[in-house]
């Protein structure tokens, strides 16, 4: 079984109060503050790794970020993917899903033939779900969201996601598409032995020329979504104590709300 894992480098959680805005391009500032692999994105690898384990085959990762994430694709192969490819161009900067959807999708194209391409969900800074569907399409493959489990069977996957009205199951050709949860397995550590076998892996990286892609059709250039005005909220609000007797509590409650019309 071939699969291929898209995977995002996201700023640590852990830092987000040191991430800034560029004013003039409207761009997250990431110089300086550490990143990691988004979390989902490590369950969507250690799906493909138990499947691998299960059927056979090979487990490429796929990441379009700076070169400097390299240290996130080696997380990966540590991790146990057995190739893995950086898409990394200065044109590449600014993209939103939709030009980031075609260069993933591009990239796939030409890295081989997938029986599975897989996703986290959602990332966990943009987290508007919307790549794995754009690849998909892209690429013209059948394709689900917010899966909780896979079994591989005769051509096919046989995936599980919550729906509003229950649990669903579904039967999907190969070779097609998954978003997976976060709760579809808990991902595996990565060991010294993981690190040293990553040395020896395939690391690849490819610029746009490299995708056959032109500069004007990815990036800023290709993103029809533009940023609008940044505007900083006034937390200039000051603080009032309620006291502590419930009843005086609920009537002041009642007057504020009284005031502001609500």
Not at 30 to 40: C, F, M, Q, T
Not at 57 to 64: E, N, R, W
Not at 71 to 78: Q, S, V, Y
Not at 199 to 223: M, R, Y
Request: proline share 6%; aromatic share 4%.
């Amino acid at each position: 079984m071939n699969i291929l894992v898209c995977v995002k480098p996201v700023p640590n959680p852990e830092k987000y109060a040191d991430i800034k805005i560029d004013p003039s391009t409207k761009r997250l500032i990431r110089e300086g503050v550490p990143s990691i692999i988004n979390p989902a994105d490590r369950n969507a690898l250690e799906e493909a790794l138990l499947l691998r384990e299960q059927h056979g085959g090979k487990v490429t990762v796929l990441s379009m970020a700076p070169e400097t994430a390299a240290d996130r694709m080696t997380e990966c192969l540590a991790m146990g993917a057995d190739e893995a490819f950086i898409l990394s161009d200065k044109t590449f900067a600014g993209a939103d899903t939709f030009g980031t959807s075609k260069t993933l999708a591009k990239a796939a194209s030409l890295i081989g033939d997938f029986d599975l391409i897989l996703f986290g969900n959602e990332s966990a800074d943009g987290a508007t779900a919307h790549v794995p569907v754009q690849v998909a399409e892209w690429l013209g493959l059948p394709h689900l969201s917010r899966i909780s489990s896979i079994e591989a069977e005769n051509e096919a996957f046989i995936v599980s996601r919550k729906g509003d009205s229950g649990k669903q199951r579904f039967r999907i050709k190969m070779p097609c598409v998954l978003a997976v949860n976060s709760d579809i397995n808990k991902p595996r550590f990565v060991n010294a032995m993981g690190l040293i076998k990553a040395k020896k892996k395939p690391l690849n990286v490819w610029n746009c020329a490299d995708l056959g892609l032109d500069p004007q059709e990815v990036g800023i250039g290709g993103s029809p979504t533009k940023a609008g005005a940044l505007l900083a909220p006034d937390m200039n609000r000051s603080g009032e104590s309620l006291g502590t007797d419930a009843e005086t509590i609920a009537e002041r409650i009642a007057r504020f709300i009284g005031k502001t019309g609500a």
